[in-house]
C-alpha cells in the first residue's frame, strides 16, 4: 500500500526559513558598514598629472656684441694706460721719501735733493700726458683727455708745494697739506684713466 505525503510541496516550509535568513545576514552587515565597525572606508584620491609638452629648443639670453676700435684709438688707450702706471711710480716714490723724512732716515739736504727731482718727473709726467692725445676726430675722448691733462697739472703743482713745504718754517702743515692734495689728484687720474678705457672697451 503506497503512503501519499499530505503535503505536496514540502519546499514551501524550507523557503521562508531560508529568506529569513538572508534577510538577518544582510541587516547585520549593512549595520556593521553603518557603524564603521572595524570597517574603514577611505576615499580614493586620483592625483591628476599635468602634462607639460618637452621644450623643442632651450632659449639663449646670452647676446654677444664684438666692438672693433680704430688702430688709433687702441694706441691712445694703451698711451694712457701706460701714463697711469707712470703716475703709481712717481707717487711710490714721493710717498717713500716723503715717509724716510718724517722716520729722519734722510738729511735735510738729501731730502730737499729728492723733493726737487720729483718736481721734474711730475712736469715730464705732465708734457707725457699732454702728447700726442687722442684723435682729434673723437670728440669725446678729447674732452676725457682734457680732464686727465688738468690733473695731470695738478699733480705738478702738488709736487712743487712739496718742496716749498719742506723748506718751510712750519712744523710741516703745508708739506702735509700738499701730500694730501697730491695723494688725492693721483688717485683722480688713475680712476679717470680706468673710465675712459672702460668706457670705449666696453661691449
Known sequence: ?????????????????????????????????????????????????????????????????????????????????????????????????????????????????EFAEFIQDAEQFLNTVSEPGPPSTFAGLVKSHEELKSIAQLIYEDTEELLAGLTSSDTGQQRAAALESFNTNINLFQEKVEEIVAINTSG
Open 1 to 113: 500500500m503506497e503512503t501519499f505525503n499530505e503535503d505536496p510541496k514540502p519546499g514551501r516550509l524550507v523557503l521562508p526559513l531560508v529568506l529569513i535568513g538572508m534577510i538577518a545576514t544582510t541587516y547585520t552587515f549593512i549595520n556593521r558598514v553603518s557603524t564603521n565597525n572595524n570597517l574603514e572606508i577611505e576615499p580614493i584620491v586620483e592625483e591628476a598629472t599635468e602634462i607639460t609638452e618637452p621644450d623643442s629648443t632651450p632659449e639663449d639670453t646670452t647676446t654677444t656684441t664684438t666692438t672693433t676700435l680704430p688702430d688709433e684709438v687702441v694706441t691712445y688707450l694703451e698711451e694712457i694706460s701706460s701714463e697711469k702706471i707712470q703716475s703709481i711710480d712717481l707717487a711710490t716714490k714721493v710717498l717713500e721719501a716723503n715717509d724716510n723724512w718724517d722716520n729722519e732716515s734722510l738729511t735735510y739736504q738729501e731730502a730737499k735733493d
